[in-house]
Every structure is written in C-alpha cells, then in structure tokens.
C-alpha cells in the first residue's frame, strides 16, 4: 500500500511543504488552503490517510479518511501508540515522506511537515524522527512524551481558545514539553475554534516564507 497525494503550488520550486489532514477529512480538504497560501517558492503536497472513515453522529466528509481510529470515549491524557491502524499509517507515512527527495529533488532539510488536528497528531509522532526543516502543528494534539528531534527546527504551534475538539490544554502541554527540549517554538493561540482561518493561513505563510529565506 502508498499513500496517494494531491498536489499544488510550484512544482519547480525548491522547497517543499506536506501538511496532512485530520480525522475523518481527506487530502482536498486541506488542499483548499493552498490559492491562501500564496507560496511561491514551494511545491505542496497533501496526502491521504490510508484507512477510510466510517461516517457516523455526523462527523466525518463524504470519502472521509482517518490516520487511525478513535474510540468513542475518547482521553487526549491517555498515550496510545500500539494501536494496529496507527503503527501501520506510521510506516506507510515514514515510508513515503522519505522516498520523496528522490522523486521531487526536494531534500528534507527544505521540506516543512504540518497538520491539522489528528494529522498534527501524526506530525508531532514521525516528525522529530526526521531531518526536515520546520514542523506546524494546527489544532493539534500529542500521542504521548515527545522527543528530542533529530536536529534543530521551529516549530510553529497554533490552537483555538475555544476548540470544542481539542482542548487548548493539549497545545498548552506541547508548548511546556517543547519547551524543555530546547526546541523553537513559535506558539500563538486565536480566539476560534476547531478550524484554520485566515489568521492561521497568515501564521503558516509567514513560517514558511521565513525558513525559505534561511
């Protein structure tokens, strides 16, 4: 199995950026940030959790997608990192995102990972595991401790006050934990919800414009 990926932005750029989505939503929806983002000096790549998700209680998009399953009752304090669905959209994700300098030129060290909600769940897990040059977190939530990364990178951190999804606690701790691994974090937090609105857009666009320029 690979991932499928939608695609945008300039695709003789030189540098790259990956956002993945969130639960029960698929690669276009988060796609349709792309004409807001204005990156010229980026190719962008959104692709698709491997494991389709069942609609239910009106949650979820018609062709929804999830990375794993979520139980019904479910506790963001509590780690889960063995589940089956996980470990294998892990490797798929790993799988691919370091096949990708070799299809697109674009080496990781000018490559930007990013998500949203359960997608910077995903971020958070595989990212410090890789030698990009820049991660967003958007809405997002831990699976557990963090780690140490594997080499020096910002880190752009950004939540809802009133995030009926995910708590705002969560980006409260991954800011602390961050923080004491001495990684740059770059946290702001907007009075919204569980979303990505244009002043999130404006946030991305300028992390990304800004370590293009390094």
């Known amino acids: 199995m690979s991932l499928r990926a939608l695609s945008a932005g300039d695709s003789t750029a030189d540098h790259l950026l990956i956002l993945l989505h969130g639960w029960g939503a698929n690669a276009q929806d988060v796609a349709g940030i792309a004409p807001y983002m204005q990156l010229d000096k980026y190719q962008m790549l959104f692709p698709d959790a491997p494991h389709a998700h069942k609609i239910a209680n009106g949650m979820g998009a018609p062709n929804g997608r ?121 946290y702001h937090e907007f009075n919204m919800g569980h979303e990505i609105n244009l002043q999130v857009l404006e946030m991305a666009k300028n992390f990304c414009e800004k370590l293009c320029k390094n």
């Open 66 to 186: 999830m990375w794993y399953a979520l139980p019904d009752i479910f506790d963001f304090d509590q780690p889960f990192t063995h589940q089956a669905d996980l470990q294998q959209s892990r490797q798929l994700l790993l799988d691919w995102i370091t096949a990708l300098p070799e299809k697109t030129g674009i080496p990781l060290g000018k490559t930007i990972l990013g998500g949203f909600s359960q997608g910077g769940a995903m971020t958070l897990d595989i990212g410090m595991g890789l030698p990009v040059a820049g991660m967003m977190i958007l809405s997002g939530y831990s699976h557990g401790p963090l780690v140490t990364p594997i080499n020096p990178r910002p880190i752009l951190l950004v939540h809802g006050r009133q995030d009926p999804v995910v708590p705002i606690t969560q980006a409260h701790q991954n800011k602390a934990e961050l923080g004491h691994l001495s990684v740059d974090v770059d």
